[in-house]
């Protein structure tokens, strides 16, 4: 099955335009930082192609589907965030995506984030997709 099948069968379609995000990310070497995202979108971050992206000392919540979704090798940071009450998933990864939650690299001081209160898990992978976990964070 496919990871757009798969995500359709249980957590609702992907969106056929980067139009359903909050933020769509497809740059390299990008830092999102500060923001409440509080919005009704199907992602509130979607980030893809190969992507690089940090994202660090923000509130991401209330999703329609991910408070973040990574697909097609996209790389991602996830640093001192609160990701909480999104509708599915707090973080899901596709086909390749790479997270490091809690530090930019193995060598960078711990910045822990909290995943709390998503509805259904905090953070899932597909599809030959990666997390490395560092402790501290609250899933």
Known sequence: MSDAGWCSDRFGALPPTIADSAFTVTGHDVT???????????????IIG????????????????????????ASVAV??????????????????????????TGFSPARPNV???NTRLGLVLVRNASAHVIAGNTI
């Open 32 to 46: 999102v930082r500060g923001f409440v995202l509080d919005a009704p979108a199907r992602f509130e971050f979607f």
């Open 50 to 73: 190969g992507a690089a992206l940090t994202i660090e000392s923000n509130t991401i919540s209330n999703a329609e589907n991910f408070g973040i979704s990574a697909a097609g090798n």
């Open 79 to 104: 640093l001192d965030n609160v990701i909480s009450d999104n509708k599915f998933v707090g973080m899901i990864g596709l086909t390749g995506a790479s997270f490091q939650i809690g530090s930019a």
């Open 115 to 117: 995943l709390a209160d």
